[in-house]
C-alpha cells in the first residue's frame, strides 16, 4: 500500500466519505469533520497499521512515563472572596463619574492645530465647522485631524469651564 497515493485520493474524498473511510481503518465512528484532520488520522492509523504499531518497550515506558505524571487527584478549592476592610479613618467620598461639561448655545471653541485656527460654534443641535453641522464634538475633530479623538479633549474643554 502507498501511503502517499492514499493520501493523495483521500484528499479527494468529502468530509462525509472520510468519516465511513475513519470508521473502517478505525473499527469506530467520529464526530469529526476537520477535512485536514480526518486525513492526518487515517493516514497515521493506515501507516500504523502496515509498519506495525509501537514497540512493547515503548509501550512499557510511556506507562512508566505515564506512571510518575503528577496528576491532581483532587480539584482546587475554590477561592473566597476577600472582604475589604476599611481603616478607622478612611472617609469615602463619592464622586461623580463625569464632570460636567456645560457648552452653552452660540458659544464658540477655538483651537490651534498645525497652523489652523480652529472655530467651532455650538448649535442646539449639535456644533457647526467650516458651513457643516456634526453632531458631537468628536466628529468635529475627526473631521479635523483624520483621526479619532475625544472631542473635549481635543478643544481643552474641562468640567464646567469652557
Known sequence: MNIDREVALMKLMSVGELRKKYCEVFKEPTNARN???????????????????????????????????????????????REVVQQPNTVVVKVDSKPARSLSVGQS???S????????????????????????????????????????NFFRVDGDKA
Open 35 to 81: 477535512k485536514v484532520w480526518l486525513i492526518k488520522r487515517i493516514a497515521w492509523r493506515m501507516q500504523a497499521n502496515i509498519e506495525g504499531d509501537l514497540s512493547e518497550r515503548a509501550r512499557r515506558r510511556a506507562m512508566e512515563i505515564a506512571n510518575d505524571a503528577d496528576i491532581r487527584m483532587m480539584p482546587p478549592r475554590e477561592r473566597k472572596p
Open 113 to 152: 492645530y498645525k497652523g489652523q485656527n480652529i472655530v467651532v460654534v455650538v448649535r442646539g443641535d449639535g456644533f457647526e465647522w467650516q458651513g457643516q453641522k456634526y453632531k458631537s464634538l468628536t466628529a468635529v475633530a475627526k473631521a479635523v485631524t483624520g483621526k479619532h479623538w475625544n472631542g473635549f
Open 109 to 111: 471653541l477655538q483651537r
